[in-house]
């Protein structure tokens, strides 16, 4: 069984720093991508930032500048380093992996982890 285990969220500042980790686990043969989303209150799931095998890179467009996403392939961990937050920022954050092939599934499948909550908030 494939899981995903979220860590690094909390209470951080206006203008503070946090960095997000999603680590997968479970007799995986390979990812296609991993990437976060965060849901606020009251509104839609939205993407954060995804990265491939490949290393390409897509940003949701409020956090261009700000967010750098990095991946280790070998250890299937995705990374989210937030800066400059805003309030705005404030949701939770879930870590996604797409097309995750693993012993027990050989056909692709996508996870999600249950969710980091970031606060920013002074």
């Known amino acids: 069984q494939v899981q995903l285990v979220e860590s690094g969220g909390g209470l951080v500042q206006p203008g503070g720093s946090l960095r997000l980790s999603c680590a997968a686990s479970g007799s995986i043969r390979s990812i296609d991508a991993m990437g976060w989303y965060r849901q606020a209150p009251g509104k839609q799931r939205e993407l954060v930032a995804a990265?491939?095998?490949?290393?390409?890179?897509n940003y949701g467009d409020s956090v261009k500048g700000r967010f750098t996403i990095s991946r280790e392939n070998a250890k299937n961990t995705v990374y989210l380093q937030m800066a400059s937050l805003k309030p705005e920022d404030t949701a939770v954050y879930y870590c996604?992996?797409?097309?995750?092939?693993?012993?027990?599934?050989?056909?692709?499948?996508?996870?999600w982890g249950q969710g980091t909550q970031v606060t920013v908030s002074s």
């Open positions: 990265i491939t095998s490949g290393g390409r890179i």
């Open positions: 996604k992996a797409v097309g995750v092939r693993s012993r027990s599934r050989l056909a692709p499948y996508d996870y």
